[in-house]
């Protein structure tokens, strides 16, 4: 019975690892590609994906194999199952268009941090904070103002399971640094980053007060020379602290 378990274990890995792989090679991959890039055997690789196939999750045309669009049913189903997308979409939406910027929503899943919606304004930069991106949370405003959320333990313990890996120059890397950044936050109600995680960019966020939902937080993102220009910051954190502010009366009516 155990051995049963173990290989099914390890069949669900070579899955995923089939998938990541794909997605990792832009979308779109044949399969001596995966076999170049993945551990598992050519053939072992083949069967696989033949039964994901099968599954509608992934498509193969031409030789290439692409993530199925399945996926978007559970995708979907992940998004919406507490209620936060639905309410928080508009005012997100909103931020962007009144701002011109990166407007995002993020939730906590696993120590991570992954964005579950974002929308750009008609001066946004172009990052790769897509529909389901998971990140760090000590790299960006958003994930700290999520950690803001949190109490010391639970930091902790997201520490020790995902590290405080850098990604700039500017992330912030040392355990005791972080703390202080996040009682400010807590203090302020709001978090920043300068270049933490992308270079040339900044960004404003604060937490959403969501009861007994997921934890979420939203924030905008901008190039760093129109964020730290005179009031250009106080106005983007006014912003998201109104639409944070109407999101959880949402919430707590709904």
């Given at each position: ?166 990604e700039t120059d500017n992330t912030i890397t040392d355990r005791e640094t972080l703390f202080a950044e996040l009682e400010t936050i807590r203090e302020r109600g709001v978090a920043d980053d300068t270049e933490e995680r992308v270079d040339g960019t900044g960004c404003v966020g604060v937490p959403i007060d969501t009861g007994d939902r997921r934890e979420a937080a939203i924030s905008i993102t901008a190039p760093i020379n129109r964020l730290q220009s005179p009031g250009r910051k106080a106005q983007l ?18």
């Open positions: 019975m155990t051995r049963a378990k173990t290989d099914s274990v390890r069949a669900t890995q070579t899955s995923l690892a089939v998938l990541s792989g794909i997605k990792d090679l832009g979308g779109s991959a044949t399969l001596v590609e995966l076999a170049d890039s993945l551990e598992p055997a050519k053939s072992t690789i083949y069967k696989h994906l033949v039964t994901l196939e099968d599954e509608g999750l992934v498509v193969e045309r031409d030789g290439e194999y692409r993530i199925g669009l399945r996926w978007l049913e559970f995708g979907g189903m992940a998004q919406r199952y507490d209620g936060i997308y639905e309410v928080a979409k508009p005012e997100v939406r909103r931020m962007a268009v009144e701002t011109g910027e990166l407007a995002n929503l993020m939730i906590e899943e696993q120590g991570y941090g992954i964005y579950i919606h974002t929308t750009s304004g008609d001066q946004a930069v172009a990052l790769d904070t897509r529909l389901g991106k998971r990140i760090h949370l000590h790299k960006t405003a958003i994930g700290k103002a999520l950690l803001s959320s949190f109490d010391d333990e639970r930091v902790a313990e997201i520490i020790e399971t995902r590290g405080l890996p850098a954190i006014d912003t998201v602290q109104q639409a944070a502010n109407v999101i959880e009366v949402n919430l707590a009516h709904e």
